[in-house]
């Protein structure tokens, strides 16, 4: 999942954006509302968190005008104002949450969760591909009963892959919703991590989960299912 995080605290924008690396996010950091809007323009975002006081345009105007666009994303808002009027007029902005600093990161990551799941990003806390069940909430992955350790980008692509199986998915979708901005499009990464996905299932079960369609990327199904 890829989250723009909009933050001009520099210190508090490396926390974020390392805590949200960790629990396998991917992860574009911007400080100015100029260069948020520009960034949701060009890139597609499963989730934005968007703190109010940033240079001009503030998160109130980037929220307002991302949503005068059309924008559907879920927007996660965050402030030092606790006041209601504030709470109102972030909600009424466009925002879909709205989290009052100094928080709690595991707090942040309940809200992101929960605003995924509300935009159809997830469709319950454990998807299940026939033999394959992967908790998304701790990230564990087991198939036909057995755990499967993965790293953190390996249970991303697969997290990725689960939640559109029975679907071709392209490289340059894997790329826009799995990596970040500075991710090579010219550089066979994806495949590295496919055949390492592959390798990890193989070690556990003979069944072979992740096709590739040639020319057109890669689709996750159990047919023994």
């Known amino acids: ?4 995080l ?11 954006r390392r805590g949200l690396s960790e629990h396998a996010y991917a992860v574009d950091a911007v400080s100015t509302g100029e260069d948020a809007l520009y960034r949701a323009g060009v890139a597609d975002y499963d989730a934005i968190v968007l703190d109010v006081l940033i240079p001009p345009p503030d998160g109130l105007e980037v929220c307002r ?16 104002r606790d006041a209601l009027a504030d709470r109102v007029g972030g909600l009424d902005a466009g925002a879909d949450d709205y989290l009052v600093k100094p928080f709690q990161f595991a707090e942040l990551l309940a809200r992101l969760r929960a605003l995924l799941r509300r935009g159809g990003a997830t469709q319950a806390p454990v998807l299940t591909v026939g ?5 998304t ?8 009963g ?13 997290e990725y892959l689960a939640r559109n199986a ?36 193989e070690k556990v079960s003979d069944r072979k989960l992740i096709h ?14």
Request: no cysteine; proline share 5%; glycine share 4%.
């Open 6 to 16: 909009v933050e001009d605290d520099p210190e508090i924008a490396r926390i974020i």
């Open 166 to 201: 029975g679907r071709i998915v392209g490289r340059a979708e894997i790329a826009d919703h799995v990596w970040d901005e500075e991710f090579d499009p010219f550089s066979n990464l994806i495949e590295v991590y496919v055949n390492r996905l592959r390798r990890n299932m």
């Open 137 to 144: 909430r701790s990230h564990r992955v087991r198939l036909a």
């Open 1 to 4: 999942m890829r989250i723009l």
């Open 131 to 135: 033999a394959l069940e992967l908790d």
């Open 146 to 158: 057995a755990p499967i350790p993965l790293t953190t980008k390996e249970y991303a692509l697969l």
């Open 212 to 225: 590739t369609v040639r020319g057109a990327g890669y689709m996750l199904e159990d047919t023994r299912s």
């Open 65 to 80: 005008r991302l949503r005068a666009e059309g924008t559907a994303v879920p927007i996660l808002m965050l402030t030092a």
